[in-house]
Every structure is written in C-alpha cells, then in structure tokens.
C-alpha cells in the first residue's frame, strides 16, 4: 500500500491528473466553439449545416459521405480554433517573453556565424572540450 501511495503522490502523476481533467474541460470550450458558433457560419455560408444526409448506392451498399464530410468539416473547424485560439497566442506569448530576455524568437533562424559557433562548440564538446 505505500508504494501505491508514493506513486499516487508522485508530481509527474497528479499533474497527468490535472492535465486530463483541463483537457475534458477544455474539450468542451473547442466543442461548443465548433458546434455553436463555427459550424452555423459555414451553414449560412453554403446553406447547409449537416450534410449527413447526402449518400450514393452500389449494388445495394450505402456509401454515407455526408457523414464523412461532417467529420472532417468538424476536424478542420476543430483543428483552426485550437491552433488560432491556443497555438497561435502561446507561441506569440513566448515569442515576446525571448525578445524581452535579449533572446531570439523561436521562429527567428539562426545567422549562419550562430550556427557554425553552435557546431563547432558541440564538436567541441564531443572531443572533451578541445577546440
């Protein structure tokens, strides 16, 4: 019992814990984002909201690519609010705090002197530090 104990208690777990418990939570955000507010626009748009309904037929097997189309519709509308609503504003978020500490943006390259620097020191490194 007191090896489940201290692995119960262990940080790596209970932040699992919490982090699963924010990702339902969150999922319902993106999903009603998705279904109440995304999805009725792209139905003013093309003039349909559920295409579920749109389906073909050989030799008596219903192929129901309506279905397919909602899912990926939901993928996509999905897929744009995480990245533009989280992705997007974090990546910014962290951008300004490296400008702020005098460090390059992540999407900044590297000058070509900063990359030969950086490969000569881990050549370096992997020689026991000899230049």
Do not use: C, W
């Amino acid at each position: 019992m007191q090896g489940f104990k201290k692995f119960i208690l262990r940080g790596n777990v209970l932040d699992l814990a919490v982090a699963f418990v924010m990702g339902a939570a969150f999922t319902a955000v993106i999903t009603s984002l998705v279904e109440d507010l995304l999805t009725p626009l792209v139905a003013a748009i093309f003039g349909k909201q559920d295409f579920s309904a749109l389906t073909f037929t050989i030799n008596h097997s219903i192929f129901r690519y309506g279905a397919f189309i909602n899912a990926l519709i939901s993928f996509v509308l999905i897929a744009a609010a995480l990245y533009f609503f989280v992705v997007a504003p974090i990546n910014a978020y962290n951008d300004h705090k490296r400008r702020r500490a005098g460090l390059p943006a992540a999407d900044e390259p590297l000058t070509e002197v900063e990359l030969l620097t950086q490969m000569r020191d881990l050549m370096a490194a992997d020689r026991g530090g000899q230049l």
